[in-house]
């Protein structure tokens, strides 16, 4: 947490514990979240109790379950702060699909799908 830019402890958090559940991986997910409290605890630093942090927390005991309308709950609430990092949605799309069976919306399906009905 020392090597991040000051007020971008939990940016960096969040990109680690994302990267994981966007590939299926909770329990590495769950520990690192868990290790780095405890690294913090024992350096006697403040974790950062910050928007991004909640989200991440609650995220975690969402994907435990077959909540997905929790899920997409979240990711509304919670939209300011995931909007930080512009990689964060895709990866929340990645664990969507990954949990939940939800497929991805076609980049098709917009502007470009309209004009390709219309042909």
Do not use: H
Request: some cysteine.
């Amino acid at each position: 947490m020392g090597k991040c830019y000051p007020g971008e402890d939990d940016l960096a958090i969040a990109r680690a514990v994302l990267m994981y559940l966007s590939v299926g991986n909770m329990r590495d997910a769950n520990f690192l979240l868990g290790e780095v409290k405890q690294q913090v605890e024992a350096k006697k630093l403040e974790f950062p109790q910050t928007d991004l942090i909640y989200f991440i927390s609650y995220l975690l005991q969402t994907l435990q379950r077959d909540a997905y309308p929790l899920f997409s709950m979240l990711r509304s609430s919670y939209k300011q702060s995931i909007d930080r990092e512009p990689a964060f949605n895709e990866w929340l799309d990645d664990i969507g699909e990954v949990f939940y069976g939800v497929q991805r919306r076609n980049p098709l399906q917009g502007m470009f799908g309209d004009i390709f009905k219309m042909m």
